[in-house]
């Protein structure tokens, strides 16, 4: 457990079948508070059934875990792709992403790579400041939401 700036202490650890309803409420939360202008192809539903029955289950899924229980965020895996990394609103800021980043180095000390949409500019200056590099810029075409994205590269 380390400390965590303004109380509690946060423990990253992976996530189990119990967690998947949390790890989706903060998806749900987060996707909402930082992509308010991006369109959602799945219901709320659906998304939650998507982290019980694929995300926990298939992917090497973390979640942060506030001293009372809670779900404070979710990162997943996906051999070498960083493909979640979501916090609560409340949480950002605040060195818990870091924290899953620095664990998805260690995990994946190859390289890592993630897409994230070219709207979210606060994603990709943390991205940018944990140095992962933009390689490929796409007009959203191949993704469900159809929103223009970046693909971030990082290499040791």
């Known amino acids: 457990m380390s400390p965590e700036p303004g109380g509690g202490a ?3 650890r992976r996530a189990s079948a119990a967690d998947a309803s949390a790890a989706a409420e903060v998806w749900l939360r ?3 508070a930082a992509l308010p202008t991006v369109v959602r ?5 659906e998304v939650r059934a998507f982290f019980r029955h694929v ?3 298939r992917h090497e899924a973390w979640v942060a875990e506030e ?7 979710v990162m997943v895996l996906d051999g070498e792709e960083l493909s ?4 609560a609103p409340e949480r950002r800021g605040r060195g818990l992403g870091d924290r899953f980043v620095a664990l998805a180095k260690e995990r994946v000390p190859g390289g890592l790579s ?3 949409f070219q709207v979210n500019g606060p994603a990709r200056r943390f991205y ?3 140095g992962f590099s933009a390689a490929e810029w796409t007009d959203g075409a191949r993704n469900e939401e159809r929103e223009p994205d970046v693909r971030y590269v990082w290499r040791p």
């Open 128 to 130: 940018e400041r944990h």
């Open 10 to 12: 946060v423990v990253l």
């Open 55 to 57: 995300v926990v289950e």
């Open 30 to 32: 987060s996707f909402a």
């Open 114 to 116: 993630l897409w994230t």
């Open 84 to 87: 979640q990394l979501y916090l």
């Open 67 to 73: 001293a009372g229980g809670a779900v404070a965020g």
């Open 41 to 45: 192809p799945r219901t709320d539903d």
